[in-house]
């Protein structure tokens, strides 16, 4: 079996975590000056109070912007953040990250769960000694997991059909991306994709691959189907790494067929605006980082949350983003 090419994640470094502390704190500033110079007094970074633990399902560069947007929220509430990631999409790395933050003793964790129901025993270990656990992307619903962030899956599955069906006028040949085969969430996006074609299409799904979490795996998936279905009208991909590895390939091969796919990042975007992608479905990630801060936050206090913490749907076409580009680029 080939080994994934790793993809490097800025903010995520080596294999167990990066902590994030130097940001909150450490070396003294300048000189504050003296009182009545009228010279404005920088304001005191806040002392770190508690350390959040956030896991991803692996190390690959969408997650960037959530660790962005975490380490902000965590930084405005002076709390030091450890960020972890397995290389490549690993159950047992993911249990073993969670076993030494529970060590550490951290305030709350979350989580994006490659395989819930593996998770589950060490989410509720956590939760029974007092570390608030909240899921994030994909859902631990057996779990005393406190909370979940994100979009509902199926329904983003469902819409990820809607907009296909609408580009292909309800009928055609299409092939099928996903991610991880065992993640709950690319489940439940399969089946409500799936389900909304089967009962409002005549759209024909000539096969379905996973890419276990390897942008590799994803490329050798999608041209091997493209070869076997070169008549094939479009390609829907449910997860992050489709998405960059059918735009690789549009691009590769100039081809003319319609792309789907999922997650609103700098690549999808540039992707929408060429005409590698004719739509995106985004589930708002670019909220996930300062909801799930927020939710941390609260539930580590013993503050009541909401068991889900939805953030919503978009479906974003080819003509949308090159009407935003063309605004962003005009002069005001």
Request: aromatic fraction near 4%; charged fraction near 20%; charge should be negative.
């Amino acid at each position: 079996m080939r080994r994934a090419r790793r993809l490097p994640l800025a903010a995520i470094a080596a294999f167990l975590s990066l902590t994030l502390g130097g940001c909150f704190g450490g070396e003294s500033g300048p000189e504050t000056p003296p009182s009545g110079s009228g010279v404005p007094q920088a304001e005191a970074p806040r002392p770190l109070t508690e350390t959040f633990g956030i896991i991803y399902p692996m190390a690959y560069p969408t997650y960037e912007t959530v660790t962005q947007d975490a380490s902000a929220a965590a930084e405005a509430h002076g709390v030091a953040l450890i960020v972890s990631a397995p290389d490549e999409a690993n159950t047992e790395q993911q249990i073993r990250i969670m076993e030494t933050m529970i060590k550490q003793q951290v305030a709350g964790i979350a989580i994006s769960p490659v395989d819930s129901d593996a998770l589950t025993p060490v989410i509720d270990k956590a939760q029974a000694a007092g570390i608030p656990v909240v899921t994030f992307e994909s859902d631990a619903p057996g779990s005393a997991r406190a909370a979940y962030v994100g979009a509902d899956n199926y329904a983003t599955g469902k819409q990820s059909a809607i907009a296909v069906s609408q580009l292909l006028g309800g009928k055609g040949m299409i092939l099928v991306e996903n991610g991880m085969e065992e993640m709950h969430g690319m489940r439940q996006r399969l089946a409500g994709f799936i389900d909304h074609l089967n009962a409002n299409s005549a759209i024909d799904v000539l096969e379905v691959h996973y890419n276990q979490g390897s942008e590799e795996k994803a490329m050798s998936d999608i041209e091997t189907m493209i070869e076997a279905h070169p008549h094939f009208d479009a390609l829907v991909g449910l997860d992050f790494v489709s998405a960059s590895a059918s735009t690789l390939i549009w691009k590769a091969k100039g081809l003319d067929r319609l792309a789907v796919s999922m997650g609103m990042t700098t690549t999808s975007k540039e992707a929408l605006t060429n005409g590698q992608l004719a739509a995106v479905i985004s589930q708002r990630e670019e909220d996930w980082g300062a909801l799930i801060m927020e939710t941390l936050l609260a539930a580590s206090k013993g503050e009541p949350v909401a068991e889900r913490m939805e953030t919503g749907i978009q479906d974003i076409r080819q003509d949308d983003a090159r009407v935003a580009e063309a605004n962003k680029q005009s002069p005001s």
